[in-house]
């Protein structure tokens, strides 16, 4: 009788325990929401963003699960996003420092002319591990995911540009500070607008092109609205955008450790490198997709042009550092870190 009664005594602790593991085992799935400001159709989006959601699903066997919000679904502008992540509005967001110029002044040693590698890859990785050491105090506001760069920045006008006075007065559309003070430096009239505005500015005559690497092209109709797209080709190239993929801290750290895990491994260097794919194996495709387009032409600068727009835009440069020392910190030796990762990665 006495052992009867243990084992009644058993199972009803069994069955009292039971729904406390069933809901400990259910606060272990999180759902985080990542906001971002392309259409889904976006080449990021498709190529990048979900890839990467759907890996980190995977890895925590469907316990940690990303939901993306595109096209700015979740409300405000492009950049007020690095601080809808901070302020925790969101749990992950990707943008551009660039769209909040003068905010990130570090970050910008990759987006001055003629440093970056014409591949995504190397400016990727180097960008990331760059990060690593010099941009942490940037970033403090928020857990940063991976940091990385585009490819070549090609530009797409309504006019022919084949020279250096081809750029006087053309109102292009630009993604950074730096880009900005690049075209400048060129003769254009540079115009700071994000990336999804640039339809309707050029529908509306507000701009006359833009600058943007060929992966973006499509998701914007740019192929549709000019018909000119000027490469600068070889390394070093006329301009790159960063980006950044950052959590709320606060969020970051609620996390169960085990689902901490499987976001780290997938984070840094291993992120960075994923995030290069959409510009080096689908920027190819939409130039050969701009290519055939019968009224579009495409126009490598020569290199012997391209050394006029170099020494044009080496002042930007120099004011850069010069600006960093007001700033507090020393913008030579940073600039030269960061060509020796991107020739290290570009190797």
């Not at 005594?9 to 069955?15: I, K, P, R, W």
């Not at 551009?96 to 990727?124: Q, S, Y």
């Not at 994000?194 to 109709?221: C, F, H, K, M």
């Amino acid at each position: 009788m006495i052992v009867e009664r243990r084992k009644l005594m058993l199972l009803g602790a069994s069955a009292l325990a039971a729904p406390a593991l069933a809901r400990s085992a259910q606060a272990q799935e999180v759902t985080l929401r990542l906001h971002h400001f392309l259409p889904p159709v976006s080449n990021v989006h498709r190529h990048f963003l979900m890839p990467w959601a759907q890996k980190i699903q995977a890895d925590s066997d469907g316990k940690l699960r990303v939901q993306i919000f595109p096209s700015m679904q979740l409300g405000g502008a492009p950049p007020q996003l690095f601080d809808q992540a901070r302020d925790g509005v969101v749990d992950i967001i990707w943008t551009l420092p660039g769209n909040t110029p003068g905010r990130f002044p570090k970050i910008e040693v990759f987006e001055l002319p003629f440093v970056a590698d014409p591949r995504a890859k190397p400016n990727a990785l180097a960008c990331q591990e760059f990060y690593q050491t010099h941009l942490r105090d940037e970033f403090a506001d928020v857990h940063p995911i991976c940091v990385w760069a585009h490819d070549a920045g090609v530009v797409h006008a309504n006019r022919p540009v084949h020279r250096l006075e081809d750029m006087r007065g053309l109102k292009l559309r630009f993604p950074s500070r730096q880009a900005g003070e690049a075209l400048r430096a060129l003769g254009a009239a540079p115009i700071g607008l994000p990336v999804p505005q640039v339809p309707e500015a050029l529908s509306q005559r507000v701009i006359d092109g833009a600058v943007v690497p060929w992966e973006i092209v499509p998701s914007i109709r740019l192929q549709e609205l000019v018909t000119h797209h000027t490469e600068i080709l070889g390394t070093p190239t006329f301009y790159t955008a960063t980006f950044i993929l950052a959590m709320n801290k606060a969020r970051y750290a609620a996390m169960p450790a085990e689902l901490k895990a499987v976001l780290d491994a997938n984070s840094g260097l291993a992120a960075a490198e994923m995030a290069a794919k959409p510009w080096d194996e689908q920027g190819p495709v939409v130039r050969a997709q701009v290519a055939r387009r019968r009224q579009n032409t495409i126009f490598q600068l020569p290199p012997e042009e391209k050394q006029r727009w170099i020494e044009a835009t080496r002042p930007v440069v120099q004011t850069w550092i010069a600006e960093a020392r007001q700033k507090g910190f020393d913008g030579e030796a940073l600039l030269a870190e960061a060509r020796r990762l991107i020739d290290k990665h570009g190797a």
